[in-house]
């Protein structure tokens, strides 16, 4: 870490302003070379005007200087932050600058990496970071903004609490460094003793991780963009359907089955959630020509990345729907389209192919009910109480849950308690795993990084 990492901090395009940002040792003394000042002359946490020449002397910009001195810093190292005007011109020249005097191009999330390495985020921290940047809807933000506060860690924290307590009055030697402190329990009184009070904490440790899980799918949706797809045979109504959710003629209609062949997809929103719907080509089993055959494997792609799908049944009748592959997490809505030729309106909410959500794109009977069931599908229960967790935080809780389940199970059917506190013990690891940082696992730091920028 000894090197000092410089990168632009602001993606590349005309702003108003842009940042280049510097950490490491020489930060601070690098950019008074810049400047033509001396590092005193940079205060901590103040913001100084400066003139930044090149080496030859040239101007290349006014700026301001904001100098953080570590600890106190985002990196925990000496900070600097560079503000220009914003040309990538400029941003490039300040950068080539730097690393001219000595400095390293950083890599993507090298500055959080940083941050985490000298403790100054916790991995949940920095898994709630990247759901900020990345979050695309204000209930997404939301989310994210409590992890970074740190609900999730403490949840976790409390996960793992219970599991060491539990472990701990399981087996009778207990060697779990750093965790045994907080644990009393007295000597020769086990839980392997009482079987049903065993089972009790378990049950009790499977309730606070499985609602962690369970939500994953939906929660994560709203922290991209949800992706809302049409789905449904040739002519049923899709790009009418498509456009009246959309309020406007995107999408080709005509009364020739197989119109649409590629998909399209349109933003749409809704109560503060910003969606992305698509709309498809119509799924026949034998399809007429190579482009029809083409379109159809475009619809099946766009299913598979669904959020959620409007599954279309034109008229309300059932047997028009072709098989929906549905995927874990996904969620359907039923739509019946045209039941304005219908002689009797279907009722329902939308949740099976028996009580499909009558709409009919002609008259625009529906529609808003349509709308506002879809918002509901994603908004409905972000209440205080529900956390986001990362993939791979909810790979882990995954596993977790699974090793909790096999232990009520083992329980259930008398097993050893030696064998009950083995999956005790693997639960407890994948918890532990989520909250201190892993010493070795390079492969695991990389991916709570992924998809950070250079200067994050
Ligand atoms: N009466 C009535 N006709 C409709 C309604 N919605 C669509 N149609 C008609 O049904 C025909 C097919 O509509 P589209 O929206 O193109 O259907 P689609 O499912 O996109 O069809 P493909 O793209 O070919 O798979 C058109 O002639 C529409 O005018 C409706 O609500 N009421
Ligand atoms: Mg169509």
Redesign the pocket.
Same mark, same amino acid.
Do not use: Y
């Given at each position: 870490m000894a090197d000092t990492i410089v990168a632009p901090a602001t993606p590349p395009g005309i702003s108003a302003l842009a940042m280049v940002r510097l950490s490491g040792p020489r930060a601070v003394e690098m950019v008074a070379e810049l400047s033509g000042l001396s590092r005193k002359e940079f205060e901590d946490r103040h913001a100084r005007l400066v003139e930044l020449r090149d080496q030859e002397g040239e101007l290349i910009d006014q700026a301001m200087v904001t100098v953080y001195l570590g600890p106190r810093s985002y990196t925990g190292e000496d900070l600097v932050e560079i503000t220009l005007h914003g040309n990538p011109l400029l941003v490039e020249l300040v950068v080539e600058e730097c690393i001219a005097r000595g400095a390293r191009l950083a890599e993507p999330g090298e500055f959080t990496r940083r941050a985490l390495l000298r403790g100054k985020l916790s991995p949940d921290q920095v898994e709630a970071l990247g759901q900020v940047i990345t979050a695309r809807t204000r209930h997404g933000l939301r989310l994210a903004r409590r992890n970074l506060a740190g609900k999730l860690g403490e949840k976790l924290s409390q996960i793992r609490q219970e599991l060491v307590e539990t472990l701990a009055a399981v087996e009778v030697v207990f060697d779990y460094p750093g965790e045994a402190a907080d644990v009393s329990y007295q000597e020769g009184e086990t839980l392997a003793d009482e079987p049903e009070l065993l089972g009790e904490r378990i049950e009790r440790l499977i309730g606070l991780i499985q609602p962690l899980v369970e939500d994953y799918p939906r929660l994560s949706a709203l922290s991209r963009e949800p992706r809302v797809v049409i789905w449904?045979a040739?002519?049923?109504?899709?790009?009418?359907l498509f456009n009246a959710l959309l309020g406007r003629e995107r999408a080709l209609?005509?009364?020739?089955?197989? @119109?649409?062949r590629d998909y399209l997809e349109a933003p749409l929103e809704l109560a503060g959630l910003r969606l992305s719907v698509v709309d498809t080509?119509?799924i026949r089993e034998q399809a007429g020509e190579e482009v029809e055959e083409k379109g159809i494997r475009l619809a099946e792609k766009q299913l598979g990345e669904a959020d959620l799908i409007l599954a279309i049944l034109e008229r309300g009748e059932p047997a028009s729907l072709p098989p929906i592959p549905v995927e874990e997490g996904q969620a359907v809505i039923y739509v019946a @389209?045209?039941v304005?030729?219908m002689e009797k309106v279907p009722q329902g909410e939308g949740s099976s192919p028996e009580a499909p959500l009558a709409t009919?794109?002609?008259t625009g009977l529906g529609i808003e009910e349509l709308r506002q069931r879809i918002a509901r599908h994603f908004t409905s229960e972000v209440g205080e109480d529900r956390l986001l967790v990362s993939r791979r935080q909810y790979e882990s809780l995954r596993r977790a849950l699974a090793a909790l389940e096999q232990a009520r199970e083992g329980l259930r059917r008398g097993v050893e308690p030696d064998l009950v506190a083995l999956d005790l013990r693997a639960a407890l690891e994948e918890v532990s795993g989520l909250l201190e940082l892993p010493g070795a696992s390079e492969a695991v730091i990389a991916e709570m990084l992924r998809g950070f920028c250079v200067g994050k």
């Open positions: 449904g040739p002519n049923a109504g899709k790009s009418s209609v005509s009364p020739a089955p197989g @119109t649409t080509a119509g @389209t045209k304005d030729l009919s794109s002609l």
